[in-house]
């Protein structure tokens, strides 16, 4: 019979084809929370740094209870900084009360003033927001507030910014 071998040639083509396949899937997986960021320090280095609140938000990506937050209330001027990193992140004229329980802000002070980055944790979609210059994790950015001027709600945990105030002379 000629055809067995023909069947064991076909076979042996099928499994190395199936070989080389395998070989070639290999690639690096690129992460988008994997960007570089101006200022990074060790996890030792943040600990000590920051208060247990402050690293479990920001570098553990944690959030706050609702209106828990300092600022959640706060209607007094000034700018809003980076609680790792003092990095200017939001103005006080661009905070409103959403009634979430968070601080919130309808922009970031600039365009670079944070990074954004796609959330999937906890069985949801969500936008997460971070600090553009450490990484730090601030909160949430939500496309749900039209009454706004951009539409958009930066839903920001109180812990992970510190309220620098404006002096009035
Ligand atoms: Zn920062």
Same mark, same amino acid.
């Given at each position: 019979?000629? *055809?067995? %071998?023909?069947? !064991? ?10 070989? +080389? +396949? ?17 200022? !990074? ?7 000590? +740094?920051?208060?247990?609140? +402050? ?10 209870? &609702? ?5 959640? @209330? ?5 700018? @809003? ?10 103005? *006080? ?9 968070? %601080?919130?802000? @309808? ?21 997460? !927001? ?10 949430? !950015?939500?496309? /749900?507030? &039209? ?6 709600? @930066?839903?920001?945990? *109180?812990?992970?910014?510190?309220? /620098? ?5």
């Amino acid at each position: 019979m000629k *055809s067995i %071998p023909f069947i !064991v040639l076909i076979l042996s083509l099928g499994l190395n084809a199936c070989g +080389q +396949q395998s070989t070639s899937v290999k690639e690096e997986k690129k992460d988008s929370t994997m960007a570089t960021f101006e200022v !990074v320090k060790s996890e030792s280095e943040w600990k000590s +740094q920051l208060d247990d609140e +402050q690293f479990r938000v920001l570098r553990q990506k944690g959030t706050e209870a &609702p209106f828990s937050g300092k600022y959640y @209330y706060e209607n007094d001027q000034g700018v @809003y900084c980076c609680a790792g990193c003092n990095n200017p992140l939001f103005k *006080s004229d661009t905070k409103f009360d959403a009634g979430c329980g968070w %601080p919130s802000f @309808y922009e970031p002070i600039t365009p670079t003033a944070v990074k954004e980055n796609k959330d999937i944790s906890h069985g949801m979609v969500r936008t997460e !927001v971070v600090c553009g210059k450490c990484g730090g994790h601030l909160g949430h !950015v939500f496309n /749900d507030s &039209p009454e706004q001027p951009t539409g958009l709600r @930066y839903c920001i945990n *109180s812990v992970s910014i510190d309220l /620098d105030k404006k002096e009035d002379k």
